[in-house]
């Protein structure tokens, strides 16, 4: 972030409800998806001078967009690949340890990392009856 390593550490628990549209026939294992994010991430960042700040999501619900492969609606075995966007207002950036800095806190908000839009990978698994 900036011109600072940090060491990130992170915890994630959420859940979310998703909408999907099969839009051609000829391809049943291709998805469109939309839906909501519920739930928080919570970030640590701690440089080599040992301060610390946190980055974390906490708004909800958020929007989800993304595209999936495979989960088709049959019986017997099925397996998902999900790929999408979760979309927030951004993490509340705050300082933990050490002396803060705003410069510092200013560059993780505006880092890449830890901006408005995080990726959203997921494989799924399941027996359908």
Do not use: C
């Amino acid at each position: 972030v900036g011109d600072t390593e940090y060491t990130v550490t992170s915890s994630s628990a959420w859940m979310g409800g998703f909408i999907h549209h099969r839009p051609f026939d000829s391809a049943d294992w291709f998805r469109l998806g939309l839906g909501i994010g519920i739930g928080n991430i919570e970030n640590t960042l701690t440089d080599g001078d040992g301060n610390s700040y946190q980055a974390n999501y906490r708004e909800n619900p958020v929007g989800y967009a993304g595209i999936g492969f495979g989960a088709q609606a049959r019986k017997g075995f099925i397996w998902g690949l999900d790929i999408g966007l979760l979309y927030t207002s951004g993490p509340d950036i705050a300082p933990k340890e050490g002396t803060p800095s705003a410069e510092a806190m200013e560059d993780i908000k505006d880092s890449l990392f830890f901006g408005p839009v995080l990726p959203n990978f997921q494989l799924s698994m399941g027996w359908a009856f």
